[in-house]
């Protein structure tokens, strides 16, 4: 499993640990990332994702899954979001 945000592409970075002694050896900086069942309003169910906190917290402020996806860039989702994006949409379209 990657070390990768499913909605907003969030990755590990690299970086330097600097001692007392200004000593610098390479590093990797891990996003926050966290399993969570989000609902779907359209779908009338759960979807399993796994984000980063900064993400959750963007989807609480777009006002939830629905909303975040609709706005969301195809090119930043994960395969697993963008097919979910797709439910959604052909769910919409039919209502």
């Known amino acids: ?5 499913e909605l907003t592409g969030k ?3 690299t ?3 600097v001692s007392h002694a200004n000593n610098k050896t390479k590093r990797r900086f891990l996003p926050n990332l966290n ?3 989000l609902q779907s309003e359209t779908l009338g169910r759960g979807v399993k994702l796994r984000i980063s906190a900064a993400a959750l917290r963007s989807v609480d ?6 909303a975040y996806l609709a ?3 195809d090119a930043e ?3 697993n979001a963008l097919k979910v994006k797709k439910e959604i949409q052909k769910a ?3 209502a």
């Open 77 to 79: 989702l994960s395969a």
């Open 35 to 37: 399993d969570v069942t």
């Open 15 to 17: 970086g330097n640990n």
């Open 61 to 66: 402020h777009r006002g939830g899954l629905d």
């Open 92 to 94: 919409q379209a039919s």
């Open 1 to 5: 499993m990657s070390r990768r945000c």
């Open 11 to 13: 990755g590990p970075m």
């Open 71 to 73: 706005k969301a860039k």
